[in-house]
Every structure is written in C-alpha cells, then in structure tokens.
C-alpha cells in the first residue's frame, strides 16, 4: 500500500482534467435534436408584393429538398450576424455551386427585399416564415442558423450563428464536397 | 423582534397564496382556467433556449413566447401534457426540458451525486474502524502507555510550566 499517498493527486488530476475538458466546450452550442433526420414537412409562401408588385423568393417548401445536397440558412434583415454571413453564402452560390435555400424569419417584406437587393442574393429559393412556426420545426432557436441538408432529404449538420471563413473551408465545403454535388 | 416575525409570517402567506406571474402576457392566457393551469404547468419545466437559465414561462425572448402560444396551441386541440412534452423534445432535444430524463446517458446525472456520497462515508467508516482496531490491539496508536522517562517530562512540565529554555 506504498502507492496510497499518490491517490489525492490522482484525484485532483482527474478533476482537473474534467475541468479543462469542460471548459473548452461551447455551452451556447447545442446538439440539434434533428441530425440525421428527415427534414421536417413544410411549406412557406414567398416574401410578400409590395405595392401591387410580384412576390419574391418564389417560396420554399420540403419538396424542394432532397434532390441534391443544400444549405437551409434562416436569415433576416433584423438579424446583425446575418449581414457578417451573407459574404460566406454569397462565395458559396456563386464560386462553389452550392445550392442554398432561405428561410426569412419574422421579416417585413420590403425590408427583405432591400436587404437582398443590397448585398445580394445568393439563394435558389425563400420562403417568408413570418410567425417562426417553421423554424421551430426546424428546432431553430437564434438567426442566423444553417442546415446542411444530403440528397436524401436527411439533415446532416447544424451550424448555429453566422458562418464565418474558417467554417466555411474547414466545415461546410468539405462536407458539401463529400455528400456529393 | 415579535413585529418582525409577524411580518414575516404575513409576507409567507401572501407569497404561497399568489401564483408566480411569468412573462405570460394577457393576450396569451386560455380561457379555460384548467387548460391555461397545465400550460403553465408544462411552461414551467421548459427551458428558453435564448436565455438557458430562464423557463418559457419567465422569458421575454421572442421564442418563449412563440412556444408559449405553441403549448397552449397543443393543449386546445387535445394533446395530452406527455404529447405537448414530445412534441418540443422532437424539435429541440431533452437540452429543453429543466428537468433531465432518466435514461443511460443521464445516470450519471442523477446518481452521480448519491454515488460520491456513498463513496465518502465508506471512506470515512473504514477509517474509523481501521483505528478503533488499532487502539483495543494496544500495539500503537492512543492507546499506547507512557513510558518512565516520559512520564518524569511530563511531571516537570506540569509541575515546572515548562523546561528552562523553552521559556519565551
């Protein structure tokens, strides 16, 4: 029983390893209760015509999933992060071929379309979620969030808050990449 | 002293006889008293994943408010609390729910606490018994006489307040 005074410092490392381990771990960041499976079923409307015009984003509904690999991003021009983001969703659309789907959370129409005419428009389809009951099916609990949903309509990843350079090639496009186009 | 006891006393009483207001706003509350009382209720034992320290029931955040109306939206067309339950851990995870499932990935949780206890005062039990054991054997320990030299020091210190030297 020589070995029986190490054990309190044996202890006190264990503890200590816990400790280092939790503290490094994102508590904000929650696993999404939907990885792997089937997205939810849905249909959104397109953002609203203002002033006798047409309406825009032609809408987005489950059926538009499933048919190759996407990103489901929830957006809003309230939304701060979004405007850090829409850069990233930008590069994506545009220099990657990456299909994205909008979800425009609690927006007003014109302030929606001002924004996208602003700083463009880098989804293949939104739909106008204007009361969130979509996005709660989607389990989203903040804007900016993005879906990386597989050509069999599964969701794959979550990314929660605004998608940053470094999520961008060490995350989604490696992922997009490997799921297939 | 017999004032503030009163006072007290009164405070306690008016306090457990009102229920907690919430962030509930009027235009939210049912109009079956029963049916708002369990939504309440289920509120209470949900997280708002906004403010994480924060019930539904007590959060301003936009989100809270859009599940309130949800749960009482479940509740009118009939779901029972369970069903209410599982339709929010479906979308948001267990993480919603303030009090955790009991399940094996949780047991930790819950018995974790109860386990280091019992390790402790098993710890403790043995220590005791360890030199309970050692003090009848008589071979050590507190049990062990003095011996004659010891006992002269003893004498002298007791008689003396001390051995010269030691003095301050």
């Known amino acids: 029983m020589k070995w029986k005074f190490l054990l309190p410092a044996a202890i006190f490392a264990a503890v200590a390893v816990a400790f ?110 204007n009361d969130g009951r979509v996005s709660i099916d989607w389990g989203v609990y903040g804007v900016p969030e993005t879906f990386v949903v597989d050509a069999e309509g599964r969701i794959r990843y979550r990314h929660v808050g605004p998608i940053m350079e470094r999520d961008l090639t060490g995350t989604l496009l490696p992922m997009t990449a490997e799921l297939g186009p | 002293m017999r004032a503030w006891a009163v006072i007290f006393l009164s405070v306690l009483v008016l306090a457990s006889g009102t229920q907690r207001a919430g962030a509930v706003e009027p235009s939210e509350v049912l109009s079956d008293p029963a049916l708002e009382e369990r939504a309440r209720e289920i509120s209470q034992g949900l997280r708002c994943l906004v403010c994480q ?21 479940r509740l009118m067309a009939g779901d029972s609390d369970q069903e209410v339950m599982a339709f929010i851990t479906d979308r948001y995870g267990d993480f919603v729910l303030l009090k955790p499932p009991l399940k094996t990935g949780t047991l930790l949780l819950w018995f974790g606490p109860g386990a280091i206890l019992l390790l402790g005062a098993g710890a403790l039990a043995r220590f005791y018994a360890n030199r309970r054991r050692q003090g009848s054997a008589g071979d050590g320990g507190a049990a062990k006489p003095l011996s004659e030299t010891e006992k002269k020091r003893l004498q002298s210190l007791l008689k003396n307040g001390g051995e010269k030297g030691n003095n301050p």
């Open chain 2, 53 to 73: 320290n924060q019930t539904i029931d007590d959060s301003n955040a936009g989100l809270a408010k859009d599940l309130r109306i949800l749960v009482r939206e």
């Open chain 1, 20 to 129: 280092a381990v939790g503290l490094t771990l994102d508590s904000q960041r929650l696993p999404s209760a939907l990885i792997d499976q089937p997205a939810p079923q849905f249909e959104l409307p397109p953002i609203a015509a203002i002033d006798g015009g047409d309406p825009y984003g032609g809408g987005f509904s489950s059926r538009n999933l499933g048919g190759g690999v996407a990103l489901v991003n929830v957006f809003a021009s309230w939304c701060v992060p979004c405007r850090v983001e829409h850069p990233q969703l930008m590069s994506l659309a545009r220099d990657h071929g990456v299909s994205i789907f909008g979800i425009n959370q609690k927006d007003k129409p014109e302030n929606a379309r001002a924004w996208l005419e602003r700083h463009g428009d880098p989804y293949r389809a939104i739909g106008a979620d």
